[in-house]
């Protein structure tokens, strides 16, 4: 098994927007939430454990349907 890196794409806090960026959902009570990209760090991440897992696929399946799309 890989060891993980401290990046947004493997925190609890962090939502999907595209392949690309997600925000950050740390502070609830900052409306909008702050954009980050997968490979942003900061000091509240907490590992997310299995979802890292469920993202790289939804973002390799959208990859997927976007070459698939320009051809």
Not at 13 to 20: A, E, G, N, Q, S
Not at 44 to 61: A, E, V
Request: charged share 30%.
């Amino acid at each position: 098994m890989q060891k993980k890196t401290k990046a947004c794409l493997s925190c609890k806090y962090f939502r999907l927007d595209d392949i690309h960026s997600g925000v950050c959902r740390v502070e609830k009570s900052i409306t909008p939430y702050p954009m980050k990209l997968h490979a942003d760090l900061c000091d509240l991440w907490k590992d997310c454990g299995q979802q890292f897992y469920i993202r790289t696929g939804w973002i390799k399946s959208r990859l997927a349907a976007e070459e698939e799309g320009g051809k």
